[in-house]
């Protein structure tokens, strides 16, 4: 099966930056996409960012133009560089593979275990 196993979380101020990374091992035979999500106290998880293996990328309309998704598909991993963070940004961010472990398995989803980011002065 396939592991996520994310890494970059942490404290940060308001205005600061961090970089996460979350990479996939295990039985892969492919990986179409790979994104992003959060959860905050007592809200649902939703979408961050998300990017295809052809590239293409999508965004939550609250982080446009403040973080940035990037692949490496060789490596399998994903990263989320989040600039002039704020408080709201506060949750627990997951990372999330749409993979096909084997050849003649269906795709479907794979979550980490999620990273901390707390964004406070």
């Known amino acids: 099966q396939v592991q996520l196993v994310e890494s970059g979380g942490g404290l940060v101020q308001p205005g600061g930056s961090l970089r996460l990374s979350c990479a996939a091992s295990?039985?892969?035979?492919?990986?179409?996409?790979m994104g992003w999500y959060r959860q905050a106290p007592g809200k649902q998880r939703e979408l961050v960012a998300a990017?295809?293996?052809?590239?293409?990328?999508n965004y939550a309309d609250s982080v446009k133009g403040r973080f940035t998704i990037s692949r490496d598909n060789a490596k399998n991993t994903v990263y989320l560089q989040m600039d002039s963070l704020k408080p709201e940004d506060t949750a627990v961010y997951y990372c999330k593979a749409i993979a096909r472990p084997r050849r003649w398995d269906l795709s479907r989803d794979y979550w980490g275990q999620g990273t901390q980011v707390t964004v406070s002065s």
């Open positions: 990017a295809t293996n052809g590239g293409s990328t």
């Open positions: 295990g039985t892969i035979f492919s990986i179409n996409a």
